[in-house]
């Protein structure tokens, strides 16, 4: 265990609750594997973002700003009532920072009505006890959080050390799973940290992944032998979370291209606060079609169309959605002639891009 930290343990009742989500979650995602391996006709995965702004400016984001307002809770169950319709599987909620939106809980209660799973992407600074029972009560399913260093530095203040406090909490109280997702990469100080951070959220029950830095449009970046070396230790100590069918990343890790049809517009839909589809958070602009517009023929349309970025992608649950595609419907369509996208001067941006809060 690591110095001056603790492991808590949940009471009987948080646990019991605990096993009882797993288990009907689990129930809920082996079907959603089902339901996409039979059919090709609906989205199996959609980031949803209900807020833009973000507490926190990490140098190397490029996916908050410091000004807008919340999207207003019709609205996104408008949004959400059009992806259930879709057939959607899997919602999972992301920013900016989406525990600013102060509608949250009742977001997350829509999802689960429209019988779709509900995930959430946080940096974690608003989790208190009191927030975890309300996300509990809601029905929330998974909840990520990528932590950054151990200690904070001017480049993120996501460190070990600012979160672990929250994280206890999150080891007492939430009854839905966790993820910790840590980086490597250029940007990244100190390669070890991702080993550390990925130790204590094994030690706190929760499942781990790791994350590969990418530039601005999601390009590949390789590790150097040392960093590669800790990438597999950290997929080693995940090996509980459904990154072990994340083989591609490994390719990722040592620079090397990879084959696979990148399903986005089509079974992978990324839905930004003006509720417009767009391919995944690192190629905003295209289609860029409100998402009320968005038919079934596009979505067919981009199932077949081949993604210029696919070869050198670094984002992680694109590429384990498209596993389940990947034996089927060769890619052999161009993207559609469009206008250019137009710049997105409301959005900092700030150096290389990530993914995930
Ligand atoms: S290959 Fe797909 S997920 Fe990767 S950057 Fe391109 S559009 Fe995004
Ligand atoms: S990486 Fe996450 S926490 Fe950091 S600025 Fe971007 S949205 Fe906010």
Not at 23 to 51: D, F, N, Q
Not at 192 to 217: P, Y
Not at 301 to 312: D, G, Q, S
């Amino acid at each position: 265990m690591a110095e001056g930290t603790k492991v808590v343990r949940a009471s009987v009742k948080t646990r019991l609750r605990r096993g009882l989500r797993f288990l009907r979650t689990r129930v809920r995602e082996l079907r959603m594997i089902g339901k996409a391996l039979a059919s090709t006709k609906h989205p199996i995965l959609v980031h949803i973002i209900p807020m833009r702004q973000c507490n926190l400016a990490c140098t190397y984001c490029n996916e908050f700003d410091d000004f807008s307002k919340p999207v207003p809770l019709d609205e996104m169950k408008k949004r959400l009532d059009a992806l259930a319709d879709m057939g959607t599987s899997i919602i999972t909620i992301s920013g900016g920072e989406p525990l600013m939106h102060p509608e949250l809980d009742a977001v997350i209660g829509h999802i689960r009505r429209r019988g779709m799973i509900a995930g959430l992407i946080t940096n974690g600074f608003y989790l208190n006890r009191e927030r975890i029972e309300r996300l509990n009560d809601a029905g929330l399913e998974h909840l990520q959080i990528s932590i950054d260093n151990v200690v904070p530095d001017d480049v993120s203040k996501k460190s070990l050390k600012t979160l672990d406090g929250r994280l206890e909490m999150l080891s007492q109280w939430a009854v839905f799973q966790v993820n910790i997702n840590s980086v490597l990469g250029s940007g990244v100080k100190d390669p070890e940290d991702a080993l550390k951070i990925a130790q204590r959220a094994v030690e706190l029950g929760f499942t781990s992944t790791v994350g590969i830095i990418h530039d601005n449009n999601g390009q590949l970046k390789p590790l150097g032998p040392h960093e590669q070396d800790i990438f597999e230790e950290v997929m080693e100590l995940g090996k509980r979370s459904f990154s072990r069918f994340n083989e591609f990343q490994h390719n990722v890790a040592r620079g090397k291209e990879h084959e696979w049809r990148c399903r986005s517009g089509s079974r992978y839909l990324y839905i930004c606060e003006d509720g417009l589809v767009h391919w995944c958070s690192q190629q905003r602009g295209y289609p860029g079609i409100p998402l009320a517009e968005y038919t079934p023929e596009m979505r067919h349309r981009e199932y077949f169309t081949e993604k210029f970025c696919a070869a050198r992608c670094t984002v992680s649950c694109v590429q384990q959605v498209g596993i389940l595609d990947n034996w089927r419907g060769p890619q052999n369509l161009k993207p559609m002639q469009m206008e250019p996208p137009a710049p997105q001067p409301q959005l900092v941006q700030i150096g290389q891009g990530r993914g995930d809060s």
